[in-house]
């Protein structure tokens, strides 16, 4: 019995949520074993209401589950930011998710904008550190001369203190600073190494080391240090803007690529056009020993709310991801293989060229997958 965690969220969430939930009790009973759901009502609605955006008791609840299943965050009636900190990112450092794990893989049937490329072509994985960084939190915006402020950095790995004392005369300022340590990069980066190993032996590591030489100067050093270990992985560094060029012009390229957080943010909406759009692209949020969260990559979409036309593909594909992560390997392959039936049969969203709603497009994939035959 697999106790997961049900967050919807905002906008389109509750609806590509509640589609991935039925996907994977049709994979627990076509595989063999039981899911037992525990709502969450995290989001928007309930910040409105009460003001609380993570409860000690949320916590608590999602700390005794096995993974928490995300479906998106964001609403227009909050400001930007106060969501996607206090809840999404909140989630990922408390329960020190390091890996943002994103699959870059074109599915038999689907179109990609990238001219002559198959899903030979494109089947990569992007490992994004999830705990560093510019995400960190630390930066402040003022007018005056002078500011001292104390900010921190709290994490299970460290402690970090930033006791700033800014002295300017312009108008108005603004800073954020980026943080890397030796050891939240080592650990991320040891999984990009095992998981290469595990596929085609290959590791691209994005930096910027040749502007922001101190961050991602330590970045480096610990990717040729991790390396050391792993003799038969292939490595190569890329500046983020030619591995955007990259992305583009020979996918076929990679194999694993391993990224500090923002630049992992960025590349992975392009990785997932090239896939197909965002409305295919699963994301996996891991602590290899802790709990994980998976969500699909794109956001909330409040526009689209309660009108049925959203694809719940990604959210589903991220369900897959779940699965996978709890060693339910041959459900994880029949939920993949489900969507891209689904796609082949042309049982999909407006968005992909099809006519279905996401209540039909989920149904059809959990029927597919109740019928699995693996
Ligand atoms: C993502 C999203 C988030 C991020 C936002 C919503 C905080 O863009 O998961 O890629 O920047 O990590
Ligand atoms: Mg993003």
Redesign the pocket.
């Given at each position: 019995m697999y106790r997961i965690a049900a967050i919807g969220g905002d906008g389109i969430g509750p609806e590509i949520l509640a589609e991935g939930r039925a996907v994977l009790d049709a994979a627990s009973e076509r595989f063999g074993f039981d899911i037992e759901w525990v709502e969450c009502e995290i989001g928007a609605e309930r910040y409105l209401k009460t003001g609380e955006l993570l409860t000690e008791e949320d916590l608590s609840t999602l700390r005794e589950c096995r993974a928490i299943y995300f479906g998106a965050?964001?609403d227009e009636r909050v400001q930007p930011g106060v969501l996607?900190k206090g809840i999404?990112?909140a989630l990922r450092f408390h329960f020190d998710q390091y890996v943002n794990l994103r699959p870059i893989r074109l599915l038999e049937g689907v179109t990609t904008p990238l001219a002559g490329k198959t899903p030979a072509d494109i089947d990569f994985v992007v490992v994004r550190e999830n705990t560093e960084d510019f995400y960190v939190g630390i930066g402040s915006r003022f007018t005056g001369h002078h500011q001292k402020t104390s900010l921190d950095v709290m994490r299970e790995l460290y402690t970090i203190r930033f006791g700033l004392d800014v002295e300017s005369d312009a108008d108005e300022i603004a800073y954020q600073i980026g943080v890397i340590s030796r050891e939240g990069s080592r650990r991320v980066i040891e999984y990009a190494f095992d998981l290469a190993r595990r596929r085609r032996q290959k590791l691209t590591s994005v930096d910027k080391a040749n502007v922001l030489s101190d961050v991602y100067g330590l970045w480096r050093d610990v990717f040729s240090s991790v390396a050391k270990g792993y003799p038969g992985v292939t490595t190569e560094f890329n500046y983020v803007d030619a591995v955007t060029m990259w992305f583009v012009k020979n996918p076929e390229w990679f194999d694993v690529v391993v990224t500090p957080n923002m630049f992992g943010?960025i590349i992975?909406d392009l990785g997932a056009m090239i896939q197909g759009g965002l409305g295919l692209a699963p994301?996996g949020n891991i602590n290899p020993v802790g709990t994980s969260m998976f969500e699909p990559?794109h956001?909330s979409a409040p526009k689209y709310k309660g009108m049925g036309v959203a694809n719940p593909c990604a959210t589903i594909w991220a369900g897959a991801l779940l699965l996978d992560h709890l060693g339910e390997h041959d459900a994880a392959e029949a939920v993949i293989k489900g969507i891209e039936s689904a796609i082949t049969a042309r049982a999909i969203t407006r968005d992909m060229g099809g006519e279905l709603s996401t209540h039909d497009c989920g149904s059809w994939i959990a029927s597919h997958v109740k019928k699995a035959n693996i």
């Open positions: 965050i964001g996607e999404l990112l943010d992975t994301g990559i956001g």
